[in-house]
């Protein structure tokens, strides 16, 4: 009789572990999923910046006349914000900025692929950015065309020097890094945000380490 009462009583208190424990269990879920939900909203936040209209195709960044058409405030602001960071010294080698709709985009530059957000190009020393509302998260999208534009004025993808850090660095790093032109854009907008693997890449690092300073 005892061990009857003692059996049961056992039970209801494995049963009771086992719904506390489903409980935790789903709460340490929702718990999960809200965080998640915070995180993904944080990464497509519009930056709360004042945006500088000059009319209705200009706006002024920094001391930069960015041309828009068609796209939205929250799209102004959100590459306004990453024109306003980028480094002087690579800024001032892109001489127009154009923010367009994906559209526009796509007939600028038929040749663009599905992950295509912007452009860069040049004719001599003379760069044009092109920058479209496409949905990312991605907040180097201007840093990676500065880059290119910034390459473009003083040919560091040409030079001797870096064509033999790319041949030793280069070759193995990201896939979207498919050629010289790309490593150093892909790779040195890591550095700048330090994203960047320094111990892996020593000659890559030093070289920038130079850049910076300029
Ligand atoms: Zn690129």
Redo the contacts with the bound molecule.
Sequence with gaps: MIRKIICQLCMVIAVTILGYTCLNYEMAIEEQKALEEEINERKYAVPDIELEKISDTQIKVRDKIVQYENVSDDTLKWYADQIEKCPDYLLSTVDEIHIVTRERLLELKPESKSTTIGF?KHYGTYSIVVLSEYKTTDRTVFL??AI?AYDAQYEITDSPEFQSIYQAEGLEYDERAKNI??YF??SYTDYLTHDFNRSKYPQTTEFYKKLDQE
Excluded: L
Aim: no cysteine.
């Design positions: 860069h990676h065309e290119h032109k790309e854009a892909y």
